[in-house]
């Protein structure tokens, strides 16, 4: 009977091993910023490209083949933490394979009924209650399931802007720009936080999607996306920005976007959560890192299990976190937010991915 289960047991591993690497994009194409001098992009996206190139260079990036199993469609789910309190503002971008999100929807089914979760958000700011607190673990084991990539962005509060010389206001000028464009009506201050989230957003989704396949993107609505028009003006600007970063001849036929708002969707809701609560707990454990010794910081209650969740990727879902910030002398530095546990799992799973 040992001898049967030991069987299974390598059988099933070597399934997931299959699998995983189904999922998984070979030898990808890095090199996004190419019809323009680099000095013509955005350090923020410029920054982004040169991070993701240095993780591939030591050999842990890995991302996500969102054309497997004739995924026809991706979907992006954007969230954002540190307007009120911390050193870092931070920018969480979950992009995924649309037709695979029903999985991880089943998933979550049972979990809400387990946890008595009804309709309850599940977010950094819910880390309080006991239910959602009760029921993290579990979530993110569900998130680790999903084929995509969730890319957390943090931006030292310091750095006035990512898009001209950090230390001069550039707020004015920018919205002046999308003024001329039609796409107005945000306070200059707002400009920069919709131009970040609107050029990673953009980044990623020429990075990860297949040409013919269709957008759907669904942003927490905050001050840059407070209602119906600011959102219409938000993907007029994002199919703008698109194509500066979109490989020569691919194409995507739909692009579609929505907002939380009523009637709320649970199932999107709860794939919003993924960047939501690694957008607010990476920001906490940033500010604290700055003041503290690592060893002795204090996290919110949630927030300790959402960054061990980032020491790893999962079957399904890839992740990288990244920093912008100023050194002492007040130059722009830029690095990677590793995290490794002190003490591994005992039933983790090693899934070698080839190449």
């Not at 979760?117 to 999903?146: C, H, N, P, W, Y």
Request: proline share 5%.
């Amino acid at each position: 009977m040992a001898q049967q289960h030991q069987i299974e047991g390598t059988e099933y591993k070597s399934r997931l091993i299959e699998f995983a690497n189904q999922l998984a994009l070979k030898r990808p194409d890095l090199n996004l910023l190419r019809d323009h001098p680099r000095a013509e992009y955005p350090v923020l996206t410029e920054s982004l490209e040169c991070l993701l190139k240095e993780r591939d260079a030591q050999r842990k990036l890995v991302l996500p083949n969102l054309a497997a199993f004739n995924n026809d469609a991706i979907g992006i789910f954007s969230d954002y933490s540190g307007e009120n309190s911390g050193n870092y503002m931070t920018y969480s971008v979950l992009v995924c394979g649309y037709n695979f999100i029903s999985a991880f929807s089943d998933k979550m089914k049972v979990i809400r009924e387990r946890y008595g979760l009804a309709q309850k958000e599940i977010g950094f700011k819910s880390f309080g209650m006991g239910q959602v607190q009760a029921s993290l673990r579990d979530f993110l084991a569900a998130a680790d399931t999903l084929p995509g990539f969730l890319c957390t962005m943090a931006v030292d509060k310091r750095i006035s802007t990512l898009f001209g010389p950090h230390d001069k206001p550039q707020h004015e000028r920018l919205a002046q720009i999308l003024e001329e464009y039609g796409l107005g009506g945000r306070k200059p201050r707002e400009v920069e936080k919709l131009l970040r989230i609107v050029h990673i957003s953009a980044f990623l989704a020429a990075l990860l999607t297949h040409d013919g396949q269709k957008i759907f993107w669904m942003s927490d609505n905050d001050s840059i996306c407070a209602n119906l028009e600011q959102h219409h003006s938000m993907l007029k600007l994002f199919e703008r920005v698109l194509p500066i970063y979109a490989r020569p001849g691919v194409s995507f036929p739909l692009l579609g976007g929505a907002l939380p708002f009523q009637p709320r969707s649970v199932e999107m809701n709860d794939l919003l959560s993924i960047a939501d609560v690694h957008a607010g707990s990476v920001a906490q454990y940033l500010t604290k890192s700055d003041a503290e010794n690592k060893e002795e910081i204090v996290l919110k209650a949630g927030a300790e299990k959402v960054l061990c969740s980032l020491a790893g990727d999962g079957v399904g879902l890839k992740k990288a976190t990244f920093l912008l910030r100023l050194n002492p002398q007040g130059a722009l530095e830029r690095g990677q937010v590793e995290v490794s546990l002190v003490k591994p799992p005992s039933d983790a799973t090693f899934i070698p991915i080839f190449e």
